[in-house]
């Protein structure tokens, strides 16, 4: 049976709070590449507890030349956290709006196919408050976005 590494939501809030309008020095700046936002939504899961799986078509991050395209690419890390992830790091399901919980991660589709900007869950209700980088915000309501589709990534925990 697979050991389950439960999910630290107050410690990814806190991240979020911390680096909503700054960018860690630890990570490299995606800003001028297409985006800084899903590099920011898995460093929240990392001060959530996650460990990285250190395959390539893992999820990990050690530099701007080591790193996985599931770390930094919104579609790359739904497929890693649904349905590739089988054995270590962080994993999820897809879940209403409405079941939102801190920690959780919201993607959004602009043009009703292809999901681009990633957000952190930083506060729950009828119309969940998120964080993030690219377009940089801290309890934000999802409602302000103008999106075509969106969904929800529950993170369940990590397989150790």
Not at 39 to 45: G, K, R
């Amino acid at each position: 049976m697979d050991i389950i590494i439960p999910y630290n939501r107050q410690k990814v809030a806190e991240y979020a709070y911390t680096w909503a309008y700054s960018r860690n020095p630890a990570y490299y700046d995606f800003s001028n590449l297409g985006g800084n936002c899903t590099n920011f939504v898995s460093q929240c899961l990392v001060a959530g507890g996650m460990p990285f799986n250190h395959n390539y078509l893992g999820w990990f991050y050690k530099n701007l030349k080591h790193r996985s395209p599931s770390f930094t690419g919104a579609p790359y890390l739904h497929n890693f956290l649904i349905q590739k992830n089988k054995r270590r790091g962080p994993f999820a399901e897809l879940i209403e709006t409405h079941q939102a919980k801190i920690g959780d991660i919201i993607q959004l589709s602009f043009d009703g196919i292809t999901f681009g900007h990633s957000m952190i869950v930083v506060e729950v209700g009828d119309d969940p408050l998120v964080s993030a980088n690219s377009y940089d915000v801290y309890g934000k309501k999802l409602s302000e976005y103008y999106y075509n589709t969106s969904r929800i990534l529950h993170i369940l925990g990590a397989y150790k």
